[in-house]
């Protein structure tokens, strides 16, 4: 069943996009997927009709399903036959308004995945966030995900475009695999677009990043309002990229519309938290490397406000070989920022302990839970106002429950907080 609706699907967007010929945005990376289409569908739909991915729909069924423009439903099959209706009603072009511009995320947890979604799509712009330790026991290591995310680049025709993290040096160096034209983004100098003096501020009450962008001899100076981190920065510079590269849109204008941007449920977004402390919301998914990011950003706030800092982190799963070591490395680096108090919850995070003990993390500043239940009723009695708390962990390891139990109005979760449908809960 699962083979005819993929094939069912499959058809169907070819049929569309071939009726509408909208201008494919795709978008892979171990990291960033989702807070860069956001940050691109944030820029380009104060311009033309754009549409992003829903959710992270980014597989062979969620990516036509963006396509078609509906949500999945699950094993409803009556529903089933509204989604193929309203897909052959596209097909057929009898309805008169599609979006110009699809920006579509493309997951690979498999080798041959997006040789799959880049077919039946074909991008005119690919873009690579990152290669990071991810999905490694299907791709064994960096190299075998870089092999697979640059299908994304092969994919692009000779007059297409690809914008590429410079930062990354696997991915800066598959512009060499492509004959379509290059810009790359980050903070290092040398990149089309680049980034300078970042830091965390506050203005007018709002907690944000501020920084300058640098392109073509031009700086804008940029301040992103309610956007946390330097990860978030770079969500956004491949979106100006886009704006500014392809469809030649000013460079001022583009950072402009990023005021409508707003990094989605999960992706360190700020809550207020219960005693007047600050929660860092970073629970959609986690990997070494992300996690480190994170432990980053709570070392800015550690720097720029008064009260204590404690990380609270969760297991980090589809490590493969590398899942001992890349727990360890999240440990050492919470004790090189020297977090006041680390709390790890799950049976993989006793290597971040190991990591943390390593690093020279005093033992009475680190908490271990094999539950949730044990560390939530320790965070309710050790917090106190002006703590700041970074929560993050593994989609599987469903770390915003830990968000709900501390935040400050747990009725917002289905407004605040990742994870939060029918489906999930009753999980």
């Not at 308004?97 to 995945?113: N, S, T, W």
């Not at 990354?168 to 680049?194: C, I, P, W």
């Not at 070989?321 to 977090?339: L, S």
Request: with cysteine; charged share 20%; net charge positive.
């Amino acid at each position: 069943m699962r083979k005819i609706l993929f094939f069912i699907l499959r058809i169907f967007t070819q049929l569309i996009l071939w009726q509408y010929h909208p201008v494919v945005i795709g978008i892979t990376g171990s990291i960033g997927k989702t807070s860069a289409k956001e940050a691109i569908v944030a820029i380009l739909s104060q311009f033309m009709p754009t549409r992003g991915s829903f959710k992270n729909y980014n597989n062979n069924i969620g990516l036509p399903l963006s396509v078609i423009g509906v949500e999945n439903n699950g094993g409803n099959f009556i529903k089933w036959f509204g989604i193929f209706g309203r897909a052959t009603w596209l097909s057929l072009r009898l309805v008169k308004h599609y979006p110009r511009v699809l920006v579509l995320e493309m997951g690979a947890d498999r080798q041959g995945d997006l040789k799959y979604l880049t077919k039946i799509t074909k991008p005119r712009v690919s873009i690579v966030t990152a290669v990071a330790p991810a999905h490694l026991e299907w791709f064994k290591n960096l190299a075998g995900v870089k092999r697979e995310k640059q299908v994304i680049i092969q994919a692009l025709p000779k007059d297409g475009l690809v914008i590429l993290n410079g930062d990354d040096s696997l991915v800066r160096a598959m512009a060499e695999v492509t004959k379509a034209r290059a810009v790359t983004y980050g903070f290092k100098d040398g990149n089309t677009f680049q980034a300078k003096d970042w830091q965390l501020t506050e203005k007018n009450g709002q907690i944000g990043m501020v920084f300058k962008l640098l392109y073509a001899g031009s700086i804008v100076p940029v301040f992103l309002p309610n956007i946390l981190g330097w990860q978030q920065i770079m969500a956004v510079l491949p979106a100006v990229a886009l704006a500014v590269a392809y469809f030649k849109i000013p460079l001022f204008e583009a950072v402009k519309a990023l005021a409508g941007y707003r990094a989605p449920c999960g992706r360190t977004n700020l809550i207020a938290g219960r005693q007047e402390t600050k929660i860092i919301d970073d629970t959609y998914n986690s990997s070494p490397e992300a996690a480190k990011a994170a432990l980053e950003l709570l070392a800015d706030f550690q720097k720029r406000f008064t009260g204590r800092t404690i990380a609270v982190l969760g297991e980090m799963y589809e490590l493969g070989d590398f899942t001992q070591v890349g727990h360890k490395e999240v440990g050492v680096k919470a004790a090189a920022i020297k977090v006041d108090c680390l709390v790890t919850i799950g049976l993989l995070t006793e290597y971040i302990d190991e990591g943390a003990g390593l690093g020279g993390l005093a033992p009475s500043n680190l908490h271990h839970f094999v539950s949730q239940t044990g560390a939530i009723e320790f965070l309710l009695d050790y917090i106190k106002p002006g703590d700041t708390l970074l929560i993050k962990g593994s989609q599987g390891a469903r770390m915003e429950r830990i968000t709900k139990a501390l935040m400050a109005e747990p009725s917002q979760a289905k407004k605040l907080l990742v994870r939060q449908e029918d489906s999930w809960l009753k999980k």
